[in-house]
């Protein structure tokens, strides 16, 4: 449940305890080559950190960054205590995903290692992240060999949902063996077009009333076996805020809905003791907009930067629109054994350092605006993860 008032100490608030977090993830990695100074004490010792024999260490969030002219990085960090700015230039085999190459986005957490200049800007040597090491999955063991199933961006009174494949797929949960394992129906947002979400949207709508939209969700989930329990969290096209962290389903659209359970956006539950991060995904736009590796046709390049980051949404005043909660509760403190998202209406399942990557598909067809960008979509892929052997499989039903 959100406790801010929107008042500049909340955001303030929400910034030092995303800081204080992350920090301890770096200094805990064991990455750092020296412990690290707050930015106003480094600042005052710079004259005696002025070679790359002296250098220091500091750690803060980026307050802005561009590219130059020669491959380099040029940024500013700020802690509680200051800024200074930096920049960095490229080295021979960092990798094209290493920020110099990739970038930055603005409020990021890292930590920087570096000497001073005669001009006073910090020249570094490198930059340094949280570790993700090599995650060891949880598993719910033998005694409960089951699975869960994710979907997402169903956009149930749209014109381009995708009713007939829906009923495929209802009728192979009732034949198919491997559904016979699926315990789990985890939905991570959109279910519903929604209503007054842009411009025009009434022209693009089978079913013009939202809580009628909600009802029609409800009676599809009931078509389900009565052995798969649902989980729904919202996306930007619910019922609900659109600022993140989103809460859960308001009580009066729950109440048509049996056996189901409703989270916030994002939600970090466990399933027979297997961690799952589930996020809608709203900032995949900012990482596709910052950093050169991450495309819209590849959202699973921004989960594995949001993992590196251990932040699912790190720019204030972005695309994404965040609420300033005094804790900051788009950290991600725990690797989880599965990450989900959604929102792109692509499709993809692989594995990043030990973690399940998934981006769930879509039930709606090309949209006008997705015609219009030439991006097309890959709907109806059930995406199914078995939690004691942690295999995948991707079911299509297009």
Known sequence: NSVTEGRLTDMQSCFTDRLAKIRKMIMDSGSLPTRPSRISDAWRERKSRNSPEMEVTVIGLVEFKRFGRNGDIQFALEDETGSIECILFPKPGWTKTHPVTDGLLDDDVIGVTGYFTESGRLRASDLHRPSLGAHQKATSGSDAAISVAFLSDIHVGSKTFLDAQWKKMVQWFKEDPLARTIKYFVMTGDGVDGVGIYPGQEKHLSIRDLYKQYGELARMIEELPDWVDTIIMPGNHDAVRPAEPQPALDPDVQQDYSDVTFSGNPSDFSLHGVRVLAYHGVSISDFVSSLRSVSFEHPERAMMAMLE??????????????????????????????????????????????????????????????????????????????????????????
């Open 309 to 398: 980051r251990r932040h699912l949404a790190p720019s204030w005043g972005g695309k994404t629109p965040l609420s300033p909660e005094p804790e900051d509760s788009m950290v991600i403190q725990t690797i989880p054994d599965i990450f989900v998202t959604g929102h792109v209406h692509g499709h993809h399942a692989s594995q990043y350092k030990g973690t399940h990557i998934i981006h769930s598909s879509t039930w709606q067809n090309q949209t006008d605006y997705q015609r219009m960008l030439g991006f097309q979509p890959l709907p109806c892929i059930l995406t199914v993860v078995n939690l004691e052997t942690h295999a995948v499989a991707s079911i299509p039903f297009v």
